[in-house]
């Protein structure tokens, strides 16, 4: 299929897809004889992978960094973090989610502070995090 097809298939645009080709999360599609890019069900089942990554916090540099394993992800559920997809893992996942902990974390306090400005009641940290 072309471009514009897988595109709508994983639902994205054509622009994605080659900016997931550039920094290395797609590997170059074959070419049809006039240079079109072709695209399969195995591209865009990468595609819907790396997506689904990319909404879980994950950035382009984190999914990058394990672009190799990406085949090892098949279906609509990510595995277990001990799975073989994980086997080599570099902690990527666990960094990440990290920083989203922190960043929910200093959002919660910027709200506090704010609320406390206006009157309003405060909001609880997250559960693993000590209030402040």
Do not use: W
Not at 53 to 61: A, K
Not at 115 to 127: F, K, N, S
């Amino acid at each position: 299929m072309q471009i514009s097809d897988a595109a709508a298939a994983a639902g994205t645009t054509p622009r994605a897809l080659r900016f997931y080709e550039q920094r290395g999360l797609l590997p170059p599609p074959s070419r049809t004889p006039g240079g079109q890019r072709r695209y399969g069900p195995a591209e865009v089942a990468r595609v819907l992978t790396i997506r689904r990554l990319l909404s879980l916090g994950l950035t382009v540099e984190d999914v990058r960094g394990c672009a190799d394993r990406l085949h090892l992800l098949d279906g609509d559920e990510l595995p277990p973090y001990d799975g073989p997809a994980c086997a080599q893992s570099t902690g990527t996942a666990r960094r990440r989610l990290a920083a989203l902990d922190a960043e929910i974390t200093r959002l919660t306090r910027l709200r506090n502070d704010l609320a406390a400005r206006i009157g309003v009641p405060p909001r609880d940290a997250p559960a693993d995090e000590p209030a402040t």
